[in-house]
């Protein structure tokens, strides 16, 4: 089922397949079409809802809107409540990730567990104040017309190992449109808000919070900063299949992991 949801500075798209418990997937930049294989693996047994974030592909934002993590976290709370299968099990990942975490933060009452994989905390490091100079480089530079330049440094920045000729085949010449509104929304307005976003340490501590990693980002940025939140929360990251999307990469493999856990979650107690 696809539907749209009006909040107050947003239409929000959303799809909503299967029947059981809700889980919510959610990304930032990611939309809802990258979490459609994760979700129809899920769908036999459970309520899955997947959407696109506030200005990202069918889901629009009033002009001057902003999209910050509360904001994204009062979204997902109001698509929660409307499709009335909460509370849910939200697995966000990437920007989805530190989505998740602030409606933990903002909203615990629509949330069962929170599975934050992979969010790019920055201000967890040691070395935060350098690596937000460099994403600011990243954003200027993208939004000054330098798009291979800034996906290259932004690869660096966060440790991918991705040859630049193989970043200028993938960002370079003639691409979806769409796809480039996504990008360009992601620099110009969910980058920033997302990566300088500093959790309650304290109300997440009283949450049921789970970090994931994947297995194969080892000693990448992301590894880093969801290590560092770990750490601070006092939990056991997981390792979830894959890199920082291997949701999307291998949903085959990533579903048996996210299946064990749901399956601990929603057992008796």
Same mark, same amino acid.
């Given at each position: ?23 919510? =997937? ?7 079409? %990258? ?31 902003? *999209? ?22 939200? +697995? ?6 530190? *989505?998740? +975490? ?19 905390? *920055? ?8 690596? +937000? ?35 200028? +085949? ?27 976003? =500093?959790?309650?340490?304290?109300? =997440? ?54 299946? %064990? ?5 929603? *057992?008796?107690?």
């Amino acid at each position: 089922m696809n539907n749209l949801l009006k909040v107050s500075d947003a239409e929000l798209y959303y799809e909503v397949r299967g029947h059981g418990p809700l889980v919510v =997937l959610v990304g930032a930049p990611m939309d809802a079409d %990258a979490f459609a294989p994760l979700a129809d693996l899920l769908a036999p047994d459970y309520t899955v809802l997947t959407l696109d974030p506030r200005g990202v592909k069918r889901s629009t934002l009033s002009p001057g809107g902003t *999209s910050r993590p509360d904001q994204r976290a009062d979204d997902l709370a109001a698509l929660i409540r409307h499709v009335d299968a909460g509370p849910a099990v939200v +697995l966000g990942s990437s920007g989805g990730a530190v *989505s998740a +975490l602030a409606l933990a933060q903002y909203h615990p009452e629509v949330v069962r567990t929170v599975i934050a994989h992979e969010p790019p905390l *920055s201000r967890l490091l040691p070395d935060a104040d350098e690596l +937000l100079a460099m994403a600011e480089r990243q954003m200027a530079d993208y939004l000054a017309g330098d798009v291979v330049g800034a996906w290259k440094q932004f690869f660096r920045g966060a440790n991918i190992p991705i040859p630049d000729e193989v970043v200028e +085949l993938m960002f370079g010449g003639d691409r979806d449109p769409v796809q480039v509104a996504a990008e360009r929304f992601w620099f110009g307005h969910e980058m920033r808000e997302t990566i300088t976003w =500093l959790p309650d340490l304290a109300k =997440l501590r009283q949450a049921d919070i789970v970090v994931g990693i994947g297995q194969e980002s080892t000693g990448q940025l992301c590894d880093r900063t969801s290590t560092a939140l770990a750490d601070r929360l006092g939990v056991e990251p997981t390792r979830y299949p894959g890199g920082h999307t291997g949701f999307a990469d291998v949903p085959d493999a990533f579903v048996k992991v996210l299946r %064990a856990q749901l399956e601990v979650l929603h *057992s008796p107690r």
